[in-house]
């Protein structure tokens, strides 16, 4: 079982995997705080602040006036059947400035790695006969 474990590990996907979960995660680290320290204060300056996350539906009507996100906090804590569709409306519009960013970012970075590539190796001997093999097939049938 050992051995199987060892095998399982040294497989070169698995490590690719872990590699690219590490670097993910200090990635997500360096976007979240781009988009909230650099991109999300000039967006609330422009929009002038707009929040949306105090906006909700209180099916039951007991609480249809509460203005203070204290007040609202403390009403969920009691159990009220609040419907926080503000919440989602805030999360939704940072998924898609997020989205974007990660976007460019990618586009940057195909575009500095382009030339990076090693060059295709040589076909073998195998392939270019089969090559050979192909072509004068093709030649035979017209």
């Not at 991109?39 to 009507?61: A, K």
């Not at 195909?110 to 192909?134: V, Y």
Request: aromatic share 12%; charged share 20%.
């Amino acid at each position: 079982m050992w051995k199987d474990f060892k095998k399982f590990i040294a497989r070169g996907n698995v490590l690719d995997l872990a590699v690219g979960v590490i670097i993910g995660a200090a990635f997500s680290k360096i976007v979240t705080t781009l988009v909230e320290g650099i991109i999300m204060p000039p967006i609330g300056w422009l929009t002038s602040g707009i929040d949306f996350s105090s906006l909700y539906f209180d099916p039951s009507g007991r609480y249809s006036n509460l203005q203070d996100p204290k007040a609202i906090e403390e009403a969920i804590k009691s159990g009220a059947p609040l419907i926080m569709y503000g919440k989602f409306i805030n999360d939704l519009i940072i998924f898609f400035i997020v989205a974007f960013v990660i976007f460019l970012i990618a586009k940057w970075a195909l575009k500095l790695f382009a030339g990076l590539e090693p060059p295709p190796s040589p076909p073998s001997s195998e392939e270019k006969l089969l090559t050979e093999i192909r072509d004068i097939l093709k030649e035979s049938k017209n």
